[in-house]
C-alpha cells in the first residue's frame, strides 16, 4: 500500500490539472470565442436591459401575459433562514415539487388550479397548466395551454383574439420532421412579440 | 404511448449501438495497451504521467497490489475533495461567495464522487463554487470513471489470461482510461453541448429584469463541461439542483438525445470490447443482448406507465393526453423521459430529465428494480460490465448444478473459491439497501409525518427512502427527491452505502480476477455449455429475475406495487 502512496498522490495532481483547470478552462475559452450567445446562458435583451433567457421561463402572473407552468421553486424564507417559501420561477434554486401520484399535497394543489381555469372532468384542461416542471424553471407551455389563455390575454390588451391567436401559431415550434420533439411554445418569446404587437 | 414516441426511442438506440461498435474497437486497444490513432500526441503526455508518478508501466501488478493501487488512489481522492470543499471560501473562484460545506455533506459527496455514485444532498448552485464544481466533482467524474473501467479491464484480462499471476497495471490503466478515451470525446462532448445550449463561463450569476418588472437572478457557470463527462462517465451529479431537467442542464430535444446517448455509449461499447479482448466477440454480443432485452422492459414499463396519466388527477378535469406531467418538463416527451429513467438507472449515472419521485408507482418501481440489481444493464462505466461478469458466473454454476458438471465460463473453471467470492460481492447489496433502510425506519422514525424526512406519506414515502439506498448502494445517484437527505443520519449512513456498495463490491470481485487469472484456459469441448447462444441469454435472464426479485419483492410490494392499487382505488396520502 505505501509504495502505492506517491502515485496516489501524483495522480491526483495531475488529473485534477488537466481535467479539473485544462479542460474547463479551454472549453470555457473555445465557447465563448464560437458559441459566445449559448455559453453565456441565451440571454434576450430589450433596450439594453436583460430581461431573462430564451431558456429559462419566468413568472407571469397579470391578465395580459400568457402565464407558464406552475412552478415549484422555492427561496429562503427572509424572516427565518431554516424555513422556505414559495417562489416560482427561482432561476437560483432549481426544484420539483417532488409529489408523489398519491401526495395529498398534489391532489389539492391540481384541483384549485383546475378550479381557477374553469376545468372540469367533461372540460380537462391540459395537463402542463396544472403540473410543475422538473426544474421549476420550463420555459415552454403546450400550444393546447396558449390556446386556453388566447381570450384572457386578448381582452386584457384589447387587442382581436384572431391576432393573439396568430402570435401563438407563429411561436409554435413543431417537432424536427414531425419525430423529434414535442410541439410547444416558448412564453417569455410569445409575450415579448405580445409587448411589440400592442406598441404597434 | 405513440409510434412516433417508440421511433424516438429506437433512433436514440440504434445511434449507440452504431457508434459503440468503432468505439469497442478502441477501447479494446487503449486497454491491451495497442496503438490508436491519438498515440503521436498523447503518447508523451502519457510517459510524462508515468515519470512523475513514478510509475514503471512495463511493470504490472497481481490482485493484491492492483487492489492496492485502486485504494490508495480512492484513499488520496476522498481527503482532497473534502479538503477543497470544507476550505472552498478561501480559494478563488467562488463567485456567489458561498461558506464552507458543512462536515457531513462534505463527508457524504466526498465518498459519493470517488465512488461513481453522484449523489446530490447539496444544491449545486446553492453550495459549491465554480472551484469545487471544476477541482473537485469534475475530477472525479473522470477519474471514478476511469477507475471502473480499470477494475473491469483486470477482469477481463483475467479471462483472457492462462495461468497468469498478474492482472494488469492500475496506473496505466487508469491514465489511458482518462487519456485516450474520456478526455478527448468529452472535449467534443462538451462543445456539442454548448451549440445546443448550454452555457460555459466563469460567470456566477447574472440578473434579469422580467417582463413584469421583478429581479430574476439566473444561475450559470462552466456547465457544458461537466455536464458531458457527467453522463458519458456514468456519474449524474448535476451542476444544478434539478439535474438534467434544467434547461441549461438539457435546453432541447437535441441535448436530450446527446446526454441519452453519452450515457449509454461507453457501457455498450465496453461490453462489446471485451468480447474483442477474450478474442470471442459472440460472448459479448450475448451478454450485449441480454442486457438490451431488460433495458427495453424497463422503458416499456416506464413509457406505458407514464404516457397513461394519473388517474387521480383524470378525475380532477386534468387531460390525460399528455400523460403524467408532474415532475416533467415539457420539451423532452414521454417516450425519451422513460428511456432517460432506463437508461440512467440501467447504469450507474443517476442523472435525472425528470423527477423520478413524481413517477406513477409502477414507472418508478423500474429505476428502482434497476439499482436494486446492481445498475449492470448496461451499467456504469466499467462496473457495469464486472458486474454482469459476476451474474454469468453465478449463471453458469446454476446451469453446471443442472447436469453436474463443473462449470466454466469463458475457458476458465468456475470452483468454490470462486462461487465464494462471486457471492460475497452480490450478497452486500441487500445487506446494506434492507438494513440501512430498515434502519431509518425503525431507528429515526423516518415514515413520521411530523418528522421532516420525506415529502411524502403512506408507501411513498417508504419507496423514498428504499430508493435512496438502492441508490447510494449502487453509486447511482439518482434520488426520488422528496427525501430530505441533507442531514446527520442519512449522509453518513448514504455515506457507508456508497463505500460498501463500490469497495464491499469491487474487492472480491478483484479477487475473483486473480484467482481466475492464475487458472488454466482450458479449450472449449462437447460437453461444455455455450455462453453465446439464445440459451444462455434465457439463462441469464431467469437467474437475474429469481436473484434479485427474490431478495427484494417483500419490498417492492409494499412501496410501489401497494401505492399503485391504492391509487387505482383514488387514495391519496
Given at each position: 500500500?505505501f ?11 495531475l488529473?485534477?490539472?488537466l ?16 458559441a ?7 440571454l434576450?435583451?430589450r ?7 430564451a431558456l429559462i421561463?419566468?413568472?407571469f402572473?397579470g391578465d395580459?401575459y ?8 422555492n ?7 431554516t424555513k422556505t ?9 432549481s426544484?420539483?415539487?417532488?409529489f408523489g401520484p398519491t401526495s ?8 384549485a388550479?383546475?378550479e381557477?381555469?374553469g ?5 380537462p ?10 426544474s ?9 395551454f396558449a390556446r386556453?389563455q388566447?381570450s384572457r390575454?386578448?381582452?386584457a390588451r384589447?387587442l382581436p ?7 401563438v401559431?407563429?411561436?409554435?415550434a413543431?417537432p ?7 410541439p410547444?411554445?416558448n ?5 415579448v412579440s405580445l ?6 | 404511448m405513440?409510434?412516433?414516441?417508440w421511433?424516438q426511442?429506437f433512433f ?9 461498435i468503432?468505439?469497442s474497437?478502441?477501447?479494446?486497444n487503449?486497454l ?8 503521436p ?5 502519457e510517459?510524462?504521467f508515468y515519470?512523475l508518478?513514478?510509475v ?5 501488478q497481481?490482485w493484491?497490489?492492483y487492489?492496492m493501487?485502486?485504494?490508495a488512489?480512492?484513499v ?6 473534502y479538503?477543497?470543499?470544507?476550505l472552498?471560501?478561501?480559494f478563488p ?11 457531513d455533506?462534505?463527508?457524504n459527496t ?9 449523489w446530490?444532498?447539496?444544491g ?12 473537485g ?5 473522470f477519474v471514478s ?25 492500475f ?20 462543445l456539442?453541448?454548448v451549440f ?6 466563469l460567470l ?8 413584469e ?6 444561475s ?11 453522463e ?6 448535476g ?6 431537467t ?13 446526454e441519452?446517448?453519452?450515457?449509454l455509449?461507453?457501457p455498450v461499447?465496453s461490453v462489446?470490447?471485451f468480447g474483442r479482448s ?6 459479448g454480443?450475448?451478454?450485449?443482448v441480454t442486457?438490451?432485452i ?9 413509457y ?9 388527477l383524470?378525475a380532477l378535469?386534468?387531460?390525460?393526453a399528455?400523460?403524467n406531467?408532474?415532475g416533467?418538463?415539457?420539451?423532452f416527451?414521454n ?7 432506463t437508461g440512467t438507472?440501467?447504469?450507474?449515472t443517476?442523472?435525472?430529465?425528470a ?12 429505476p428502482m428494480?434497476n439499482?436494486?440489481?446492481g445498475?449492470?444493464?448496461p451499467g ?15 449463471a453458469v ?6 447436469v453436474?458438471r463443473?462449470?466454466?465460463y469463458l ?7 470462486e462461487?465464494k467470492?462471486?457471492m460475497?460481492a452480490v ?11 430498515a ?9 413520521d409525518p411530523d ?14 427512502i428504499?430508493y435512496?439506498?438502492a ?5 447511482n445517484?439518482s434520488?426520488?427527491g422528496?427525501?430530505?437527505g ?6 453518513t ?7 460498501f456498495?463500490?469497495f ?7 479477487a475473483l ?5 492464475a ?13 453465446h447462444?439464445?440459451?444462455f441469454v434465457g439463462?441469464?435472464i431467469?437467474?437475474?429475475i429469481?436473484?434479485y ?7 417492492l ?5 401497494v ?11
Open positions: 500500500m509504495s502505492q502512496i506517491r502515485p496516489a498522490i501524483v495522480m491526483i495532481v488529473f485534477s490539472t481535467t479539473g483547470v485544462v479542460y474547463p478552462l479551454a472549453i470555457t475559452g473555445i465557447a465563448q470565442v464560437v459566445a450567445k449559448p455559453a453565456n446562458g441565451s434576450l435583451t433596450d439594453g436591459v436583460v430581461i431573462g433567457s421561463g419566468q413568472q402572473s395580459g400568457f402565464h407558464g407552468r406552475p412552478s415549484a421553486t427561496t429562503a424564507d427572509p424572516n427565518d433562514a417559501i414559495d417562489a416560482p420561477y427561482n432561476a437560483a434554486n426544484s420539483g415539487s417532488n395529498l399535497k398534489l391532489h389539492d394543489r391540481v384541483k388550479d383546475v381557477a381555469l376545468g372540469s372532468p367533461e372540460k384542461v391540459p395537463a402542463d397548466a396544472v403540473t410543475t416542471s422538473g421549476g424553471l420550463d420555459p415552454d407551455i403546450s400550444p393546447a386556453l388566447v390575454v386578448a381582452a384589447k383574439e384572431a391576432r393573439v391567436q396568430a402570435l401559431t407563429n411561436a409554435t413543431q424536427f420532421l414531425g419525430l423529434l420533439g414535442e410547444r411554445v412564453v417569455l418569446q410569445l409575450n409587448d411589440l404587437l400592442a406598441a404597434k | 405513440t409510434i412516433v414516441g421511433l426511442i436514440v438506440l440504434a445511434a449507440v449501438v452504431a457508434c459503440a468503432p468505439i474497437s478502441y477501447i479494446a487503449v491491451d495497451r495497442k496503438r490508436t490513432f491519438l498515440t500526441v498523447l503518447a508523451p503526455v510517459r510524462g515519470k508518478a513514478g514503471d508501466p512495463a511493470r504490472e497481481g493484491v497490489a487492489t493501487a485502486m485504494l488512489f480512492s488520496v481522492g476522498f481527503l482532497t475533495l479538503a477543497v470543499q470544507r472552498q471560501n478561501v473562484l467562488n463567485p456567489q461567495g458561498f461558506d464552507p460545506v458543512a462536515p455533506l462534505a463527508f466526498s465518498i459519493s464522487f470517488i465512488t461513481n455514485t453522484n446530490q444532498n447539496y449545486g448552485e446553492t453550495t459549491m463554487s465554480h472551484l469545487v464544481q471544476m477541482l466533482l469534475t475530477v472525479h467524474n470513471a476511469a477507475t471502473g473501467l480499470a477494475m473491469a479491464w483486470a477482469l477481463v484480462r483475467a479471462f483472457a489470461r492462462s495461468e497468469a499471476t498478474t492482472i494488469g497495471n496506473w496505466v490503466d487508469l491514465t489511458r482510461s482518462v487519456l485516450y478515451l474520456l478526455l478527448p470525446i468529452s472535449v467534443i462532448g462538451a456539442v453541448l445546443c445550449g448550454v452555457p460555459q463561463t456566477g450569476s447574472i440578473d434579469a429584469t422580467t417582463l418588472g421583478a429581479k430574476q437572478t439566473i450559470l457557470g462552466p456547465v457544458a463541461s461537466q455536464e458531458f463527462i457527467k458519458m462517465g456514468t456519474n449524474g451529479g451542476f444544478f439542483n434539478a439535474n438534467s434544467h434547461p441549461f442542464e438539457n435546453p432541447n430535444i437535441w441535448s436530450n438525445i446527446v441519452i446517448w453519452a450515457i455509449v461507453i461499447a462489446l470490447a477474450i478474442g470471442d466477440q459472440r460472448q454480443r450475448a451478454i450485449l442486457m438490451g431488460l433495458l427495453l422492459v424497463g422503458v416499456l414499463v416506464v406505458w406507465s407514464e404516457a397513461a396519466g394519473n388517474p387521480i383524470t378535469g386534468v387531460d390525460p399528455q400523460g406531467l408532474e416533467k418538463e415539457l420539451r416527451g417516450a425519451l423521459t422513460a428511456l432517460f429513467a438507472t440501467g447504469t450507474s443517476g442523472a435525472v430529465n423527477m423520478h419521485d413524481s413517477f406513477m408507482p409502477l414507472a418508478g418501481m423500474i428494480f439499482m436494486l440489481a445498475c449492470i444493464w456504469g462505466v466499467g462496473a457495469g460490465l464486472y458486474g454482469f461478469l459476476v451474474v454469468a458466473i453465478i454454476f446454476v446451469a453446471g448444478l443442472m453436474g463443473t462449470p466454466e475457458g476458465k473453471k468456475i470452483e468454490t473459491r462461487m467470492l462471486a460475497l450478497l452486500i447489496y441487500p445487506l446494506v439497501v434492507l438494513g440501512f433502510s434502519a431509518s425506519v425503525l431507528l429515526q422514525g423516518t415514515l418528522g421532516n424526512w420525506l415529502t411524502n406519506a403512506g408507501p411513498h414515502g417508504l419507496s423514498e428504499i435512496a439506498f441508490s447510494q448502494n449502487a453509486n445517484g434520488a426520488f422528496g427525501l430530505s441533507n442531514n446527520l443520519w442519512f449522509n449512513t448514504g455515506g457507508l452505502a456508497m463505500f456498495g463500490r464491499a463490491y469491487v474487492i472480491p470481485v478483484l480476477a486473480g484467482s481466475l487469472a487458472k488454466k484456459k482450458v479449450p472449449a469441448s462437447v460437453g461444455t455449455f455455450p455462453t447462444g439464445a440459451l439463462l441469464l431467469g437467474v437475474i429469481i436473484l426479485l427474490l431478495q427484494y419483492f417483500p419490498a410490494a409494499l412501496g410501489p406495487v401505492e399503485h392499487f391504492l391509487m387505482l382505488g383514488g387514495k391519496t396520502f
